[in-house]
């Protein structure tokens, strides 16, 4: 009885060990671009860190670019929080005129390991525009991970999601193996028994 109450722990502690979130590390900033050099206009931007919290916020993260349509679309309203995606209602960023194929940087404050990216497109009209070139920089400005035209037009409801890779591979230990092994050779014994 023993054996197998010290297995049941390993498998226990095991499990807990290799379900914990892990992600692409070390991002300073997420670029976006229009993918099919048309107006680049984006509703939201989320990007969820190993906290579970939405980092493309105001207060975690400031957003910036070269121009905007108008003083109701700037570059904040891709981190406010609103997903809604009406330009008439000043729910979104545009960038301004010319068209130049603009970037809209969002900078985090802090310099996080994020599980996943999401963006919202615009609601009201044009959303064919809304195909999306996403890079994830790090503190030097060195590519990280890249999202190869990511489509968030109307047939895609609006919005696009990408799980992003673990780049924080947590291979056990060999400390670990080894307990895991005797757990296994505990199995053995106690079904034996
Ligand atoms: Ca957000
Ligand atoms: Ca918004
Ligand atoms: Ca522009």
């Known amino acids: 009885m023993k054996i197998k109450k010290t297995f049941a722990a390993l498998i226990l ?3 807990i060990a290799s379900s914990a979130h892990a992600g692409l590390i070390g991002v300073k900033s997420i670029e976006v671009k229009n993918a099919i050099n048309d107006w680049l206009q984006v509703a939201e931007v989320n ?11 105001t207060g975690f993260a400031v957003a910036s670019a070269p121009d905007t ?8 309203k891709a981190i406010d929080g609103i997903t809604a ?8 960023f545009h960038e301004g005129d ?9 900078t985090f404050n ?11 497109g615009r609601t009201d009209c044009c959303s064919n525009r809304d195909v999306y070139d996403i890079t994830f920089l790090d503190v030097a400005g060195a590519e990280l991970f890249f999202i190869d ?3 968030a037009t109307a047939a895609q409801n ?6 992003l890779p673990n780049t924080n591979q947590q291979i056990p230990e060999p400390a670990s193996l080894a307990l895991l092994a005797l757990g296994l050779v505990g199995l053995v014994v106690s079904r034996r028994k």
């Open 85 to 92: 995606g009406n330009y008439s209602l000043g729910q979104i």
């Open 149 to 151: 035209n990511l489509q």
């Open 110 to 120: 802090d310099i996080q390991e994020l599980i996943s990216f999401t963006i919202y």
């Open 69 to 76: 349509w108008d003083g109701a679309s700037t570059p904040s």
């Open 98 to 106: 010319p068209r130049t194929g603009d970037t809209l940087t969002i």
């Open 13 to 15: 502690g095991f499990g």
């Open 47 to 57: 990007a969820f860190n190993v906290g579970n919290i939405d980092v493309a916020s």
């Open 158 to 163: 609006h919005t696009a999601t990408v799980e």
